[in-house]
């Protein structure tokens, strides 16, 4: 079956505008998470949904970050107003909820975000 | 605090030789730990996941080794191949007092394999 697909692959932009990046997790998957990633630097949690309980958005550096899941489909992050740090590699992460301990997450292939 | 610290940050090291990259993590409760790979410009795939009781888990030339009391991780590369070249990640998932999963990454270790 298909993997999580990430939309744009790349995406420029210029400081102070919005954008919107999209995930579509594996069919079937419960649980979504947004990672940030900068250039030569580890993954950093944004936010996590789980069904339709409330999302953890303990991860958000900032109330210009915002993300939507409708269900347990696609989701979107959004970034308003972006500036020069905001650019890095975003993330999407999909995984099965299981009541044990096996909640593998699978990732997309990211959407590099460039602020000029 | 739950952290997972990874070393070296970087590695070079010839075709064909072996390697290992080390993982030290404060995380607690601890649940499971997994190594994940990620070639450049890819997301993350994962290699091995370990719980508690196992010491040691294979995949092809890639071997974790876990030591719980120590809190210690280890990911060892056999007879490496050129498109062994990617980060390694060591990523270690914990249980929430409410019952639930947070996963701490650490910042991983770069490998470059040359010919």
């Known amino acids: 079956g298909a993997g999580v697909s990430q939309s744009p692959s790349n995406k420029v932009t210029e400081k102070g505008k919005d954008v919107e990046l999209r995930c579509d997790p594996i069919?079937?998957?419960?649980?979504l998470y947004w990672y940030r990633q900068r250039l030569g630097q580890g993954l950093e949690f944004l936010i996590y949904f789980q069904g339709n309980s409330a999302p953890d958005k303990s991860g958000l550096p900032s109330d210009r970050f915002s993300a939507e899941r409708t269900g347990e489909s696609v989701s979107t992050l959004t970034i308003q107003r972006t500036q020069q740090e905001d650019s890095a590699v975003y993330l999407c992460?999909?995984?099965?909820?299981?009541?044990?301990?096996?909640?593998?997450?699978?990732f997309g292939p990211g959407t590099r975000l460039t602020v000029l | 605090k739950n952290q997972v610290e990874q070393s070296p940050q970087s590695l070079i090291i010839l075709e064909g030789k072996n390697c290992t990259l080390q993982c030290n993590y404060t995380v607690s409760p601890f649940s499971n730990l997994r190594w994940y790979k990620q070639d450049t410009g890819r997301g993350p795939v994962s290699l091995t996941i370990?719980?508690?009781?196992?010491n040691t888990k294979s995949n092809g030339r890639y071997t974790a080794t876990l030591d719980a009391d120590t809190k210690q991780s280890s990911l060892h590369i056999t007879a490496s191949q050129l498109s062994d070249s990617a980060s390694y990640i060591c990523?270690?998932?914990?249980?929430?007092?409410?019952?639930?999963?947070?996963?701490?990454f650490g910042a991983g270790t770069r490998l470059f394999v040359k010919a």
């Open positions: 992460a999909s995984s099965i909820r299981t009541s044990g301990l096996y909640n593998e997450q699978f």
């Open positions: 990523v270690v998932i914990l249980r929430t007092n409410t019952g639930g999963f947070k996963t701490i």
């Open positions: 069919s079937g998957h419960t649980a």
């Open positions: 370990m719980t508690f009781s196992e």
